[in-house]
């Protein structure tokens, strides 16, 4: 008969009167790591950019635009993730997404694991395309501080934010220069900047 060695006796003596190395979850509160990476949590700061839906690598991010209703979807699908944290990283505001230590996300129904974000669209009066969300414009707005006054159709989206101006006409119409006013996509304002130089 082979006996135990003396060192596999301590360590099973010393293993009868100390603390488990292990914790007791799920019957008792996890101990997680303050730079635990769990599910991404959308945030009130995400202005809805889209950043972060090209970005992911498990295309577990999608965007839905729904030009009708001027509404932007970011659908986070918690299903597909494998919380790699990149959304976190790449976001335009850097605090639009967290990464929360929430890791117990397993559950029967897939609604259950999606989280949503709606934004406001802003779409080009000329040609209909989409220019941004007005979350993003406003952003951008905010960081470009003294500048806001180079772009009259962004200036003018603020100051409809703010209430000091109205969606209401002008009465006189000044030919061309009238669109330079108006809240552009780029191709749009291209034209009317060449055109009213001509």
């Known amino acids: 008969m082979k006996y135990p060695k003396l060192r596999e006796l301590k360590e099973a003596i010393r293993s009868l009167f100390s603390h488990p190395a292990t914790t007791k979850y799920p019957f008792g509160k996890p101990e997680i790591h303050p730079r635990f990476r769990g599910k991404p949590q959308p945030q009130e700061t995400c202005v809805g950019c889209g950043g972060c839906v090209n970005w992911c690598p498990a295309e577990a991010i999608e965007m839905i635009d729904d030009i009708q209703n001027k509404?932007?979807?970011?659908?986070?699908?918690?299903?597909?993730c494998i919380m790699c944290g990149e959304c976190e990283r790449i976001c335009?505001?850097?605090?639009?997404v967290k990464m929360v230590p929430e890791f117990a996300l397993a559950g029967f129904k897939k609604e259950n694991l999606r989280e949503k974000k709606d934004c406001e669209l802003v779409i080009c009066p000329n040609c209909g395309e989409i220019i941004s969300t007005k979350e993003h414009l406003l952003w951008t707005l905010s960081k470009i501080g003294e500048k806001q006054t180079a772009n009259l159709g962004l200036l003018n989206l603020k100051l409809k934010e703010l209430g000091i101006v109205d969606e209401t006409k002008r009465k006189i119409k000044i030919d061309r220069r009238d669109d330079l006013f108006e809240l552009l996509c780029p191709?749009?304002?291209?034209?009317?900047?060449?055109?009213?130089?001509?």
């Open 71 to 80: 509404k932007r979807t970011i659908i986070w699908r918690y299903d597909h």
């Open 92 to 96: 335009t505001t850097g605090d639009g």
């Open 187 to 198: 191709k749009c304002r291209h034209r009317v900047v060449i055109n009213d130089s001509i």
